[in-house]
C-alpha cells in the first residue's frame, strides 16, 4: 500500500511541479495531464484494484489529496470530483454499472458530479432538475435541469447529475456530448481558477433508463449523505494541503528574510504567526486522520467525523492563508504565488460541500442528539 501511495503521489508531483501558478494564472489545467494522472488511478485512489483502481483506504487516498492540495487546489479539486463520481457509482450502482463506469475513472476518462442549482445549494431538497421515464419510450429517461458551479465540467467526459425521481432522487450518468447538454465554463472564478467549473444545461437529454444508478432513485437525504460526504473529506484533505504549503513558504521566508538586522522568524510577532500556521496544520491533519479512520472502519460516527473534519480544515485553510500573506507581504502579494493562490482558494473552502454555517448546523444537532 504504502508503494502505491508513494508512486501516485511522485506522478502528482512530476505532472504538477512547478506549473500551479501558470495554470492558475491561464484558468486551464492540460487535459493531458489530468487524462495521465486518472489513468494511473490517482485521481479516484480509493477505486479497487479490480476496477483499475489503487485500492487505497481513506487515509491513505486523504494523505495523497493533501499532497495534492499542497501543490495545486485547482487539480485537487479535480481529484476530489472524480473520487465523489466513484464513489457514488460505487455506493449507488449496481454491481453492472459498477464493472462498466468504474474502470472508466481509473482508465484516463474524466467525471463531474452536478449538484448545485440557482435555487438548490446547502438544501439539496430544494433541487428543480428531474429524471423521468419517458412516456413515449419505454426503457428510456429524460433529464432535465440547470445546474451551476459544477466542478471539472470542463473537463469531463462524464456528468453524473443528480435530480429529482418520483417522490426520491436519483443520479444519471449523462454523457458530456449527449444532445441537450451544454456546458458553459464560469468566467474568473475567485478561487481554484483553472478547476473546470461550469453551469450546465439539461435540455430533454434522453438516455437509457439503465444509466440511472440504482434504478428507481434513493431518497433525497441517502443521495446527499452519500454523494456529498465523500466530497467533503476530500475538501478538508486539501485544506491541510494548503495548509502545509502556506507553513512551508511563511517559514522558509521568515528563515532567509531579514529585518532590522535579524531573520524575520526571529521577531516574536512573526514567530507567533509560524507557531499559529503549525497548530492549523497540526490540527486539521489530526481530525481528517479521525475522519478517514472512521471511514475506513465503516463506522456510524463517520459522517459527523467528516463534516467536523472539514468545518475545521477549511476555517483554519481560510485564516492561515490570510497570515502566510501576512507574513511574506509583498512577496507573496501577486498573482502566481502560492500563498496568494492558497488566500483565494482556501476561501471557497468555507463554502463549496457544506458551507461553515451548514456544517455547525450538523454539529449543533449532533451536540444536541448525543446530550
Known amino acids: 500500500m504504502a508503494d502505491r501511495v508513494a508512486e501516485a503521489t511522485a506522478l502528482v508531483e512530476r505532472v504538477v511541479a512547478d506549473r500551479a501558478g501558470e495554470w492558475d494564472l491561464a484558468g486551464e489545467l492540460p487535459v493531458a495531464a489530468l487524462r495521465e494522472l486518472g489513468a494511473a488511478g490517482a485521481l479516484c485512489g480509493e477505486v479497487a484494484e479490480r476496477h483499475g483502481g489503487l485500492g487505497l ?3 491513505d487516498n486523504g494523505e495523497l489529496t493533501a499532497r495534492t492540495g499542497a501543490l495545486c487546489g485547482s487539480v485537487r479539486s479535480v481529484q476530489t470530483s472524480q473520487g465523489m463520481a466513484a464513489w457514488t457509482v460505487r455506493r449507488l450502482g449496481d454491481q453492472a454499472q459498477r464493472a462498466a463506469v468504474l474502470p472508466r475513472l481509473t482508465g484516463g476518462e474524466l467525471a ?3 449538484l448545485s442549482e440557482p435555487g438548490a445549494g446547502s438544501d ?3 433541487m428543480a432538475t428531474t429524471v423521468e421515464d419517458d412516456p413515449g419510450e419505454p426503457g428510456t429517461v429524460l433529464v432535465r435541469g440547470h445546474k451551476v458551479w459544477t466542478t471539472a465540467a470542463r473537463y469531463a467526459d462524464l456528468l453524473l447529475v443528480a435530480g429529482r425521481r418520483g417522490d426520491g432522487a436519483a443520479v444519471a450518468l449523462v454523457p458530456a456530448t449527449a444532445p441537450g447538454v451544454t456546458i458553459t465554463p464560469v468566467a474568473n472564478p475567485m478561487g481554484c481558477r483553472a478547476a473546470g467549473h461550469a453551469d450546465v444545461e439539461l435540455d430533454d437529454v434522453r438516455l ?6 440504482g434504478g428507481d432513485g434513493v431518497s433525497t437525504a441517502l443521495l446527499v449523505t452519500t454523494v456529498l460526504a465523500h466530497g467533503r473529506l476530500s475538501v478538508a484533505w486539501g485544506c491541510v494541503g494548503i495548509l502545509r504549503a502556506c507553513l512551508a513558504a511563511s517559514a522558509e521566508h521568515a528563515r532567509t528574510r531579514r529585518q532590522f538586522g535579524v531573520p524575520l522568524a526571529e521577531h516574536q510577532l512573526v514567530a507567533g504567526h509560524l507557531a499559529d500556521l503549525l497548530v492549523a496544520e497540526q490540527v486539521s491533519t489530526r481530525v481528517c486522520e479521525h475522519a478517514s479512520r472512521r471511514w475506513d472502519e465503516g463506522s456510524a460516527e463517520l459522517v459527523t467525523a467528516t ?9 483554519h485553510a481560510a485564516r492561515a492563508a490570510a497570515t502566510a500573506v501576512q507574513v511574506l507581504a509583498s512577496a507573496g502579494a501577486h498573482d502566481g504565488h502560492p500563498v496568494a493562490r492558497a488566500y483565494r482558494d482556501a476561501k471557497l473552502m468555507e463554502i463549496i460541500e457544506g458551507s461553515n454555517e451548514l456544517c455547525r448546523l450538523v454539529l449543533a444537532e449532533h451536540a444536541v442528539a448525543t446530550a
Not at 437509457?208 to 444508478?213: E, I, K, N, W
Not at 463534516?307 to 476555517?315: G, I, P, R
Open 124 to 126: 439539496l431538497s430544494a
Open 307 to 315: 463534516v467536523l473534519a472539514k468545518h475545521v480544515s477549511a476555517q
Open 112 to 114: 463531474a458530479v452536478a
Open 208 to 213: 437509457p433508463a439503465t444509466s440511472v444508478l
Open 57 to 59: 483506504g481513506s487515509l
